[in-house]
């Protein structure tokens, strides 16, 4: 059924768990348009692309809190759609607290490699405790371990008193994957290279005007499914097949390959009058642009008709993380 609260930010009305702590909200981000080259001349053996990157407003949470010094870092996990993150061994949490993630899977979570990063590039010691509460589908396309790693990038900045703009974690980002300097800063952004060449395009410029005009921007519905795709297995399939004239993302016919259900997610979210209906990134979820709360509706209702999602969560865009410290509360992404 419809998920109707998600992509609201949780903590939108929540207090900070006490003084010290920094909480993000950090959005979802997807492809508006994705060109990928048939080439992979880009480090790491990695297609060059020329993207169009958009916020959507589907929010992962990051809580940091400082820990005792030298005791290291925890890594916490929260929600009901982990995806495959659910395998990580959980303990009991230091002093009873929630169970955190075993040492050895939490070094794997992109949240904890940002945080290592940042601990490495500062040397300033990780003792940290990272709590995720996650609302972006897992291995959906959306980059909800992006936003998760820079969030925690963005968090860190502010906790540990970094002066300049966001910009100055964007080398680290990159390092890092190919969307985490997007998610640094959300809204829209044009990226080259792998994706980590940024060029930010402001809502009121002549192109964001266009793409609101086109009906891309503002209320949005995410098609998201239990399956997660493997972003290499979908870069493999393009070598393959490459992609169909006429598709905003040129990995659309590679995801539908390997996930047909989300080509019936679009069929019937423009003919139940999406604007727009497209794969997000690697896929699997669909991402339909709707103009209104009744067109919304119109297309959940085809797409549990029809069992074409799993579920269905409202959002808009484009949209930036959001940071929360005592005393503070700011667009967590502060420009040159
Ligand atoms: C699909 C997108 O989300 C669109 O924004 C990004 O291109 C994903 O980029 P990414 O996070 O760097 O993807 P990763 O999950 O690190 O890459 C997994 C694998 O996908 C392939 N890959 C990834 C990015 C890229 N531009 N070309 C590629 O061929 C590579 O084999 C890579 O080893
Ligand atoms: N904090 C995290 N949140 C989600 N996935 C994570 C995280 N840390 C590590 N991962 C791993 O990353 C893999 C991809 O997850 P993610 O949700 O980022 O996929 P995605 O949305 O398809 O990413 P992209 O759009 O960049 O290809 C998952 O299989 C998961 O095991």
Redesign the pocket.
């Known amino acids: 059924m419809p998920d109707p609260t998600a992509g609201f930010p949780a903590s939108t009305t929540t207090s900070l768990p006490d003084a010290a702590s920094v909480r993000i909200d950090c959005p979802a981000k997807t492809n508006m348009m994705l060109r990928v080259g048939r080439e992979r001349t880009e480090a790491g053996n990695r297609h060059r692309l020329e993207t169009l990157y958009c916020g959507i407003g589907v929010y992962d949470t990051v809580t940091l809190r400082p820990r005792r010094p030298g005791s290291g870092y925890t890594l916490t996990l929260e929600g009901e759609h982990l995806?495959?993150?659910a395998e990580a061994g959980r303990g009991a949490g230091p002093g009873g607290a929630k169970p955190t993630v075993d040492p050895a899977h939490a070094i794997?979570?992109?949240?904890v490699r940002a945080l290592l990063a940042m601990s490495d590039a500062y040397a300033i010691p990780p003792d940290i405790a990272i709590t995720?509460s996650?609302g972006?589908p897992?291995?959906?396309?959306?980059?909800?371990?992006?936003a998760?790693a820079a969030g925690t990038l963005l968090g860190l900045k502010h906790m540990w008193g970094l002066a300049g703009p966001t910009s100055i974690l964007e080398p680290i980002a990159s390092q890092l994957?190919a969307?985490m300097p997007f998610c640094l800063h959300g809204g829209l952004a044009i990226g080259t290279g792998f994706g980590q060449r940024l060029r930010i395009v402001e809502e009121s410029s002549e192109l964001g005007n266009k793409l609101r005009a086109e009906g891309f921007l503002g209320e949005t519905l995410v098609g998201a499914y239990r399956t997660?795709?493997s972003?290499a297995e979908v870069y493999g399939v393009f070598d393959r097949l490459g992609s169909d004239p006429g598709d905003v993302n040129d990995l659309q016919r590679a995801a539908l390959q390997l996930h047909p259900r989300s080509g019936a997610a679009i069929a019937l979210a423009l003919s139940a009058g999406a604007t727009h209906a497209f794969v997000s990134?690697?896929g699997p979820s669909v991402i339909a642009c709707v103009k209104d709360g009744d067109v919304s509706a119109a297309v959940q209702e085809a797409w549990h008709r029809h069992g074409a999602v799993d579920r269905s969560i409202r959002a808009l865009s484009p949209v930036g993380p959001v940071l929360r410290a005592a005393g503070a509360i700011a667009n967590a992404s502060v420009r040159q």
Do not use: P, R
């Open positions: 995806g495959d993150l794997e979570n992109h949240a995720i996650k972006i897992v291995g959906a396309g959306l980059g909800g371990g992006s998760d994957g969307d997660q795709l972003t990134g690697s």
